[in-house]
């Protein structure tokens, strides 16, 4: 059981926007920790796709934003495209015995 | 450019001991902590550590405590983490990325898979 919580799935048709949430309590999130999103394309190691809540490195699309409020932040795909299917993760700090650095579950992503 | 290279497959038996590999390239090695994350087949990421490369600190996760050391070698930029008393549920692939204890993890290594089997 994750800390940070995840759909398990997600699915859009290429164009379209997806979103997917990463739900966490007041010892992570909500304590005002900052939110990372990964990417991990199948068979390959994670990538690094929004840092500090909001932010994209150098060489991430556009496409990709991040956002967080209150105990949950969100990870949206806009104009959706075959090669974004993959898994993310969102990653926080956790003040409980859980942490330091935690993981969500994990979202599939499959473009439709 | 930042690289991280790890060691390869490793199989050990219940109860050995296994000493994973991760060598920088492209940066200040002692200006970045490493952390240590694994993931067993078809599961989630799962964070195990991590050691500051400038003076050894190190903080693990509470259910590896007394099973993992992570150390770091500065002459060769190279970090390493041994996980000791093996058991199957630790079969996974073993990764290690740059960033610090509160951060996020900007480079990757490639990922060492560890199969843990009689």
């Known amino acids: 059981q994750s800390v940070l919580t995840q759909p398990p799935s997600v699915s859009g048709a290429p164009g379209q926007r997806v979103t997917i949430s990463c739900t966490g309590s007041?010892?992570?999130?909500?304590?005002?920790?900052?939110v990372h999103w990964y990417q991990q394309l199948p068979g390959t190691a994670p990538k690094l796709l929004i840092y500090g809540n909001s932010n994209r490195p150098s060489g991430v699309p556009d496409r990709f934003s991040g956002s967080k409020s209150g105990t949950s932040a969100s990870l949206a795909i806009t104009g959706l495209q075959a090669e974004d299917e993959a898994d993310y993760y969102c990653q926080s700090y956790d003040s409980s015995l859980s942490g330091p650095a935690v993981f969500g579950g994990g979202t599939q992503l499959t473009v439709l | 450019q930042v690289q991280l290279v790890q060691s390869g497959a490793e199989v050990k038996k219940p109860g050995a001991s296994v000493k994973v590999s991760c060598k920088a390239s492209?940066?200040?090695?002692?200006?970045?902590?490493i952390s240590w994350v694994r993931q067993a087949p078809g599961q989630g990421l799962e964070w195990m550590g991590w050691i500051s490369a400038y003076n050894g600190n190190t903080n693990y996760a509470q259910k590896l405590q007394g099973r993992v050391t992570m150390t770091t070698d500065t002459s060769t930029s190279t970090a390493y983490m041994e996980l000791r008393s093996l058991r199957s549920d630790d079969t996974a692939v073993y990764y290690c990325?740059?960033?610090?204890?509160?951060?996020?993890?900007?480079?990757w290594g490639q990922g060492t898979l560890v199969t843990v089997s009689s």
């Open positions: 492209g940066y200040t090695f002692t200006s970045y902590g």
């Open positions: 990325a740059r960033g610090e204890l509160l951060g996020d993890f900007d480079y």
């Open positions: 007041s010892s992570n999130i909500g304590a005002g920790y900052d």
